[in-house]
C-alpha cells in the first residue's frame, strides 16, 4: 500500500477531524487523576468504499485497548490493532485499478503504549508506537505534559511527537525513501458551569521527505508540508432531558493548500436501562492542492514541478451521518454499535466551486465495541 494510503479513503478525514496523529490525548490520560479501575476494550471495523459504481477499498479491522492503574497516580496504556485491506485502489481520476493492475491487498499492524504519572497540580505522559505495511514502516514517541488550576476547571495540555518513517515499494517506484514529522499540541479545558465544558486545541505539523504516492502515475508532491489546525469542541448538558449536544469546529491549513473547515454536531442521549443513542452529523469543506490539476491526466504537468491527480487533495464538500448506541450491562460491561455513512461531492464546497471531473465518493463503516471494567 502506498505511504499516503496508511487511513483507505475518507478515513483520514474523519481521523483529521479530530486531531492530528501523535498528538491526540486518550480519554484516559485527559483526566485529572489516574482511574481507579482497569478497562478493556475490543472494536471490530468493517469499511467499505465505492465510485461511480465500482467498489473500490474494503477494511477490516479489529483493535485492543487497555489502560490499567499501577497506583493512585501511576497508569500504563495500550492498544494493538490490524487492518487487513484489500480492492481496487483509489480512484486515479474515474478509473479503477490497482498498483501495476494487481489490485491492493495489504496489512498494517500497529500497536502503542504510554506511561502516565499524575502529581498534585499536573500530569506526565510519555509513550511510542510502531506502525508496520508491506512497504511502509513508522516509528514515533510522544511526551504529553497536562496541569491544571488548583479548583481543577480548567487544564492546560502541551504534547510533542515525532516520527520517522521509512518508505520502499515492491515495484521499485519509491525506494527506500525516508519522511521526518514533528507534531505540537497546546490547548486549554475549561469547565463554564456545571452543565458546559469547552476545549479548544492548536495543533501544528512540520514534516520533510517523502510525502508523493509512488502507486500514482506523475505523482509528484513537495518533499515539505507545514499544517496548522485549530479544533474547538463544546459539550452542553441538559439535565431535565438527560441528553448532551456535542458540538466541533476545525480550520485546517495546509501548505499544500489543501485548507479544509470541519463542523460536526451530535447529540448524546441516555435512556432507561443503561441504553444510550448519539446521532451525529459532519460537515468537510476542503480546497484543492496548489498543484492539484484536473481532467484529463497529465493536463497541468510541467516537467520537475509537484503535480498530483490524487482526488483526496481536490476541492470537494462531504457529508457523514452517524449514529452510536451503547449498552450498559452488569459486572462493568459495555457494548456499543456504530454505523457512519459517508458521502463527497466537488459541488458540495464551500462556495460551490470543487474540482471538476471527479465522481462522487461513497462510504460507510460500521464497528461493534465490547469493553469491561474492573
Known amino acids: 500500500m502506498a505511504a499516503t494510503e496508511r487511513v483507505a479513503g475518507p478515513g483520514a478525514l474523519v481521523a483529521a477531524a479530530l486531531a492530528l496523529p501523535g498528538v491526540a490525548l486518550s480519554p484516559a490520560a485527559q483526566a485529572q487523576s489516574a482511574p481507579d479501575a482497569a478497562f478493556v476494550q ?11 459504481g465500482g467498489r473500490r477499498m474494503r477494511v477490516d479491522s479489529p483493535g485492543f485497548y487497555a489502560v490499567k492503574p499501577l497506583s493512585d497516580s501511576l497508569v500504563v496504556e495500550g492498544s494493538l490493532v490490524y487492518d487487513g485491506m484489500s480492492g481496487a ?10 498498483a ?10 500497529a500497536g502503542d503504549a504510554k506511561v502516565t504519572k ?3 497540580r499536573f500530569a506526565v505522559g510519555v509513550g511510542g508506537a510502531y506502525s508496520h505495511e508491506r512497504d511502509y514502516i513508522s516509528r514515533a514517541g510522544t511526551v504529553e505534559v497536562r496541569a491544571w488550576t488548583q479548583d481543577r476547571n480548567r487544564t492546560y495540555a502541551f504534547a510533542f511527537s515525532g516520527a520517522a518513517d521509512r518508505i520502499h515499494t515492491e ?43 509512488p502507486y500514482k502515475l506523475l505523482d509528484r508532491r513537495p518533499d515539505h508540508r507545514r499544517v496548522l489546525a485549530w479544533l474547538t469542541r463544546a459539550n452542553q448538558h441538559f439535565p431535565d432531558s438527560g441528553g448532551t449536544l456535542k458540538a466541533a469546529y476545525r480550520y ?26 448519539t446521532p451525529s452529523l ?10 492539484f490539476y484536473g481532467p484529463p491526466v497529465g493536463s497541468g504537468l510541467r516537467p520537475g514541478q509537484p503535480y498530483t491527480a490524487d482526488a483526496r487533495l481536490s476541492a470537494f464538500g462531504a457529508l457523514t451521518p452517524g449514529i452510536l448506541v451503547a449498552k450498559q450491562l452488569d459486572d462493568g460491561w459495555v457494548v456499543d454499535l456504530k454505523v457512519e455513512y459517508y458521502q463527497q461531492k466537488s459541488s458540495w464546497k464551500l462556495g460551490g466551486e ?21
Not at 42 to 52: I, N
Open 282 to 291: 459532519r460537515y468537510l469543506s476542503q480546497k484543492a492542492a496548489w498543484f
Open 252 to 277: 485546517l491549513d495546509d501548505s499544500f493548500g489543501a485548507d479544509s473547515h470541519m463542523l460536526e454536531a451530535a447529540w448524546h442521549q441516555s435512556l432507561p436501562q443503561g441504553w444510550s443513542v
Open 42 to 52: 475490543f472494536k471490530y471495523l468493517d469499511y467499505r468504499d465505492w465510485q461511480g
Open 171 to 213: 515495484s521499485g517506484a519509491a525506494d527506500r525513501e525516508s519522511k521526518y514529522v514533528l507534531d505540537f499540541l497546546a490547548g486549554v479545558t475549561q469547565v463554564v458551569n456545571p452543565t458546559l465544558i469547552v476545549q479548544s486545541n492548536v495543533t501544528y505539523s512540520r514534516g520533510h521527505g517523502y510525502f508523493t504516492d
Open 100 to 109: 501495476s493492475g494487481e489490485g491492493v491487498r495489504d496489512y498494517r499492524t
Open 89 to 98: 485502489s483509489p480512484l486515479y481520476f474515474n478509473a479503477l485499478s490497482g
Open 354 to 374: 470543487g474540482s471538476e471531473g471527479i465522481l462522487p465518493l461513497s462510504a460507510r463503516w460500521i464497528q461493534l465495541g465490547v469493553g469491561r471494567s474492573f
Open 118 to 120: 499524575y502529581f498534585e
